[in-house]
């Protein structure tokens, strides 16, 4: 049932106008940024003399693109988010999701992964470009792997986060902004703490989970961090459609 609820999502994501545009949008930034990587590659690289200070162009280029690219889905998110459970909330379809012999979590779970899944289209998109450079240079398949791994992770928080938000209110505008300002403020909440990069309001940083990725690193205590904010924010989700049952 969860992949049916997903492919409804999804179709309904590709059906919409907001989906196209926010898809287009994304790989015109995204092709727009890597293009104009790849030119200050060669300039940077054309003025440096000693073998030894020179960077491999997947480095130079995709610490880059997969940076921009998760600053980039912090706007894409709440948009395609917000009308995730809001909008049948507005239109009164809640009662017919509730009375359909589907559980909660299948529910919860299948918007989740329908709107995972149509993100995960742009970060392929992102590491098809990034393998397109090895027609003229040899690149680091780990590093763009640890890259896209990490962004996909990133944006799974996002969407879990944003699914949470939109069970919250019936105004899909509303929900789109409380998105955002959440997801910023978890993204830079390690810059509040300091110096102190050890403290627990850093720990709890969506970006200082991210940022070893950027590196090419795969920390297990990084994937158990996105795996907990995923699984804490869709079973408060489950929580929140269980109240309004409830009280029908």
Known sequence: MIINIARKELKSLFSSPMGWVVLALLQ???????????????????????????????????????????????????????????????????????????????????????????????????????????FWSDVDLGYILANAIGLWFLVASFCALGVYVSSLTQQPVVAAIISFIALFALLILDHFSGADTDSPIAYLSLMKHFQPFSRGLVDTRDFAYFFLFIITFLTLTVRRLDADRLRG
Do not use: C, H, W
């Open 28 to 134: 015109f930034i995204f092709g727009l940024f890597f293009q104009e990587q790849i030119n200050e590659y060669f300039q940077t690289m054309s003025g440096i003399v000693r073998p030894e200070e020179r960077l491999g162009v997947t480095e130079f280029i995709g610490n880059n693109i997969f940076g921009i690219a998760s600053f980039i889905m912090l706007f894409a998110v709440p948009l395609l988010s917000m009308r995730m459970i809001s909008d049948e909330r507005r239109q009164q379809t809640l009662t017919f999701l509730f009375s359909a012999p589907l559980s909660l979590t299948d529910i919860v779970l299948g918007k989740f992964f329908g709107l995972v899944t149509f993100l995960s289209i742009s970060i392929l998109l992102v590491v098809a470009m990034m393998l397109s450079l090895n």
